[in-house]
Antibody
Framework: EVQLAQSGAEVKKPGEPLKISCKGLGYSFSNYWIAWVRRMPGKGLEWMGIIFPADSDTRYSPSFQGQVTMSADKSISTAYLQWGSLKASDTAMYYC????????????WGQGTLVTVSS | QSALTQPASVSGSPGQSITISCTGTSSDVGGYNYVSWYQQHPGKAPKLLISEVSNRPSGVSNRFSGSKSGNTASLTISGLQADDEADYYCSSYTSSSTLVFGGGTKLTVL
């Protein structure tokens, strides 16, 4: 069974760094794009970017370029999303999703990681 | 890139059909057959309903259907049920090799 298991909720202070994870189970992790999606409180979904674990080809959506870093370790089937210095406006639910073999549809999703940034 | 344009809300009675539109540009919706639709219930992860404009993944009810004409894609839900009440999002691949969502549509089943 395909699953994406995300790391647990985080509570951080502004300026702190953070790295959250998404572990793929039950499929060939290297060969499917992984996407990260943000949902801020009361707002809609936003694609942050996508990464291909086999070669770490990464494409950021313009709004997130330079704001976050996506990476992947194919040896442990895990993708990461990290911030160097969090802001209060980074408070959101973050989802990872596997993109299917054709059409860039997110066919499997993680359960979400809630990140709260507050002083 | 700007978000795709969806109506903020739609509503319908049980058994009726509704259609949600998703308007983009020739650089996204109109340029590729890579339009997807998602359903998100409160507190849950999104669920893929439609990929590649009109393909239903295994397990998705045939009450959900998708289409596209020019720069506008559409999701039709027939035989509305109470459990269809949720937020719906369209998504498209773009000429920048990224993805973009619509703003989301809240469906109310009356």
């Amino acid at each position: 069974e395909v699953q994406l298991a995300q790391s647990g909720a985080e509570v951080k202070k502004p300026g702190e760094p953070l790295k959250i994870s998404c572990k793929g189970l039950g499929y060939s992790f290297s060969n499917y794009w992984i996407a990260w999606v943000r949902r801020m409180p009361g707002k809609g979904l936003e694609w942050m970017g996508i990464i291909f674990p086999a070669d770490s080809d990464t494409r950021y959506s313009p709004s997130f370029q330079g704001q976050v870093t996506m990476s992947a370790d194919k040896s442990i089937s895990t993708a990461y999303l990290q911030w160097g210095s969090l802001k209060a406006s980074d408070t959101a639910m973050y989802y990872c999703a596997r993109l299917g073999k054709s059409g860039f549809g997110g066919d499997y999703w993680g359960q979400g990681t809630l990140v709260t940034v507050s002083s | 890139q700007s978000a795709l344009t969806q109506p903020a809300s739609v509503s319908g009675s049980p058994g009726q059909s509704i259609t949600i539109s998703c308007t983009g540009t020739s650089s996204d919706v109109g340029g590729y057959n890579y339009v997807s639709w998602y359903q998100q219930h409160p507190g849950k992860a999104p669920k893929l309903l439609i990929s590649e404009v009109s393909n239903r993944p295994s397990g998705v009810s045939n009450r959900f259907s998708g289409s596209k004409s020019g720069n506008t894609a559409s999701l039709t839900i027939s035989g509305l049920q109470a459990d269809d009440e949720a937020d719906y999002y369209c998504s498209s691949y773009t000429s920048s090799s990224t993805l973009v969502f619509g703003g989301g549509t809240k469906l109310t089943v009356l």
